[in-house]
């Protein structure tokens, strides 16, 4: 999974980052338009509890890749603007997590939550907005000399641009995303989001709580929004505490975990993500899958030949399985079954595919 951390400057992106990353610094950014990464590991009982009934050789969890984009008007351009450059890293994300500035700044001035989400909004519509004109007048032009297979595209095309040419995101028009003439483009508009709402120590729960009615309230009518918050200072130095300490900084902030682990429960909710499992002893292993995604995909997740050669998967659920102590013994009280390629994946699934190529 691949989520792009995304707001204006001040927004405590950055410190968002490092919050999420587990405290790790930017070493690998090369330019100042070059996003920084981090990898995490997906924390998952599960995943440690077969790990521990197996012995493996390796351990492999689910990993979340961060991007901390530079933010609108870094280039040095007008404020509110978004260069290319990383718009096109943005548009690798498969989610984006918008960082809002809930708090007053010497540098940046009062907090204005809403303005500043309704900025990076825009600026989104229009890189939208200019590729939908683009693409729109080229694909006009050859449909006018008669080709009939660009009929499908096109309107879909007159249709995005009249949403975006109202202001209004792509989010709010399915085929944006599922449309094969379309996807390609990787809107951003169309991009599933998390609010973050950025505050700092002296706001109240209660203000807090205002913001996220007033954010759900402007995005009411949009799929695919989910909205959080934090304190981006005081989760970041979570973030470097040993176990033990983040524990008891935690219970001081009355949070029941870090951001790290709440952000990532919330994004494979947006993304409606599940997960599955593969185990032996060679190898335990954590894979995400989308929701509603048959066995055969699910294979070829694992690898090509797998669902090139699919016969069958042998599936027991974790519950199952822990329950009854050992695949024998799943075996024996019939909680191991048989499914064919169209069987539905479900979260928390152990399976071993039988493939032949």
Partial sequence: MKLGIIGLPGSGKTTVFRALTGGIEITDRKGHLEPALGVVKVSDPRLDWLADHYKPKKITPVHVEYMDIPGVGSEGKAQHSISDKILAHTRTAEALVHCIRFYDSAMSGAANPISDYKAVEDEMILSDFAIVEKRLERVSKDAQKGRKDLAEELSLLKEAY?????????????????????????????????????????????????????????????????????????????????????????????????????????????????????????EVRAWQLQNGMSAVKAAGTVHSDMERGFIRAEVVSYDDFKAAGSLAAAHKVGKVRLEGRDYLIKDGDIILFRFNV
């Fill in 162 to 282: 009249e949403i975006l040419e109202q202001g209004k995101p792509l989010r709010i028009f399915p085929p944006a995303v599922e449309s094969d003439k379309l996807k390609g483009f990787a809107f951003l508009s169309a991009k599933p989001q998390l609010l973050l709402i950025n505050s700092g120590e002296n706001k109240t729960k209660a203000e807090i709580d205002r913001l996220r009615t007033e954010l759900r309230e402007i995005t009411a009518d949009q799929p695919n929004i989910t909205i959080d918050s934090l304190n981006a200072d005081a989760e970041a130095e979570i973030a470097r505490l040993s176990e033990e300490d983040a524990r008891e900084f935690l219970d001081e902030l009355e949070l029941e975990e870090g951001a790290k682990e709440r952000i990532i429960k919330k994004s494979f909710e947006l993304l409606n993500y599940i997960v599955f499992f593969t185990a032996g002893e060679p």
